[in-house]
């Protein structure tokens, strides 16, 4: 498993539906498990990948917590 962390300027909601292009059907096509204002978490192939946005000071805090797909967490991140 593992945790990264990344600030955007980008609003959470933004944040959260770029996240379920990238990961879900019309991207890598993991299936979108829970998706929530703030969150989504998407599953397949033995692992999961689950992202929280929240607004703070100005700026939005993302939180992704993956299990087999660290290299797409992390290309993920450096795209927003």
Request: aromatic fraction near 14%; include cysteine.
């Given at each position: 498993m593992l945790s990264l962390?990344?600030?955007t300027k980008k609003e959470p909601q933004k944040v959260i539906d770029l996240a379920r292009e990238y990961f879900g059907k019309e991207g890598l096509g993991l299936e979108v498990k829970n998706l929530g204002k703030n969150c989504i978490l998407s599953e397949g192939g033995g692992g999961y990948v689950q992202?929280?946005?929240?607004r703070d000071n100005g700026t939005?805090?993302?939180d992704v917590e993956t299990r087999?797909?660290?290299?797409?967490?992390?290309?993920?991140?450096?795209?927003?």
């Open positions: 962390r990344k600030e992202i929280t946005a929240c939005t805090q993302v087999e797909y660290d290299f797409h967490a992390k290309k993920f991140l450096d795209k927003i």
